[in-house]
């Protein structure tokens, strides 16, 4: 192997409710390592795709000062939630989630009716107060269905029925609402470039959209979903009208609840997929510009993962020649659907049948001898000698 070229590069996502995406590339470099040596250079690089650890991987690659401020969950009860803030001041970080992420209303029974986005908006409050020129706001994770108006009412716009009354928060008031009142929107909103970090593409309407695939997860049955549905597609018209913008034919509005619905077009907010943008933040594509192999991976490996996921955002960040390894603790897409994806294999960390809690336990270990077989199967094509072979050679 042509030793000018002999860099592994480890770039995961966390394994969500077991390990955050910084252990589990140690986890994955050690295991190369055991495997290799010092054969090659491994560099580690946790990644996150828009929802839980965005903020964390952004903040560490801007150098980031992380502040916590007092906002509302889902519901409007009171938390304190983190942000971040370059340290030149112009660049602030915003985790959706932090304020209303599903976890944080899992003590209670789910209210997908009411449940809405104005905590995340009164994040973004902060930080106009505060000065900055530019948001990344990563919006996974999410327990409201409200298209965005929660976010936008904290900001000062006014979402108004016939009667010019407003309505209610949450998806139980999108189908009321007859027009939008902008005049007492924040005065910096028009100065400062939103960019929103997706974890998924997902359509804002229809079969794939923002309330048929991720209603249920947010407690929603199937006469909520479709109510949800309606109301989202009742915004979408209103703001068509409005604006000139359609919003069901962008790609990835249907995420967190549709969150992006009203952040396009009537904040100029520009969408990219959160894997995209913590690369970007890292200079990912130089880091793997002459990899020989990259190890990527996450909990479940699904179609999901092709869908603005890490897994997807670093096989387009790859040079096409590189091949690249998912690590997950469940593969549920078959060979050729894998390789379809441009991924050379991907490998569960189950040694057998297990259920979660068992691989919970053991996830960092599992994920360190995985990695292992990876690098030694890598480096019996490869040529390079592995570090038992050295041993037995010396």
């Known amino acids: 192997m042509d030793q000018s070229r002999s860099r592994i590069v480890v770039a995961p996502d966390s394994f969500k409710g077991t390990r955050s995406a910084t252990e589990i590339a140690a986890a994955m470099a050690a295991g190369v390592r055991d495997a290799l040596g010092s054969a090659v250079t491994v560099i580690e690089c946790p990644l996150a795709d828009g929802g839980e650890g965005t903020l964390d991987a ?27 803030k370059s340290s030149d001041g112009k660049i602030g970080i915003i ?34 107060d505060d000065g900055v020129s530019e948001i990344l706001l990563c919006i996974g994770g999410s327990a409201s269905n409200d298209g965005g108006t929660g976010f936008l009412s904290a900001l000062g716009a006014r979402f108004l029925d016939a009667e010019n009354n407003e309505v209610a928060l949450g998806a139980a008031g999108l189908a009321d609402i007859d027009s939008v009142d902008l005049s007492a929107l924040h005065p910096r909103v028009a100065e400062v470039t939103i960019v929103v970090a997706l974890d998924v593409d997902n359509p804002l309407l229809g079969p794939e959209g923002a309330a048929a695939v991720f209603g249920p997860q947010k407690g929603a049955g199937a006469e909520e979903v479709a109510a949800i549905d309606a109301g989202i597609e009742h915004l979408a018209a209103i703001l068509h009208a ?20 009203c952040l396009v077009p009537l904040l100029g907010a520009v969408l990219m997929p959160g894997s995209d943008m ?34 997807a955002g670093v096989r387009r960040a790859t040079p096409a020649d590189c091949p690249v390894v998912v690590i997950a603790g469940r593969v549920a897409l078959s060979p050729q659907q894998t390789r379809e994806a441009g991924i050379s294999a991907a490998l569960s960390i189950a040694p057998g049948p297990a ?39 010396s």
């Open 58 to 84: 952004l903040a560490a690659s801007l150098d980031a000062e992380v502040i916590e401020v007092r906002t509302l969950d889902a519901i409007g009860r009171p938390r304190r939630a983190r942000v971040a």
């Open 95 to 128: 985790e959706a989630a932090e304020a209303n992420g599903l976890p944080h209303v899992c003590d209670v029974d789910l209210q997908p009716m009411r449940a809405d986005s104005y905590g995340v908006g009164l994040l973004a409050r902060y930080l106009l």
């Open 242 to 261: 409005e604006t000139g913008t359609d919003v069901t034919a962008i790609p990835g509005a249907g995420a967190a609840g549709g969150l992006p619905a």
């Open 278 to 311: 913590v690369m970007r933040a890292i200079g990912f594509a130089d880091l793997c510009s002459d990899a020989v192999l990259v190890l990527t991976g996450e909990g479940s490996f699904d179609s999901q993962s092709l869908r603005g996921k890490v897994v």
């Open 355 to 393: 259920r979660f809690d068992e691989l919970s336990i053991s996830t960092t270990e599992l994920v360190r001898n995985t990695a292992a077989h990876v690098a030694s199967m890598y480096a019996a094509f490869a040529g390079v000698p592995t570090t038992s072979a050295t041993q037995i050679a």
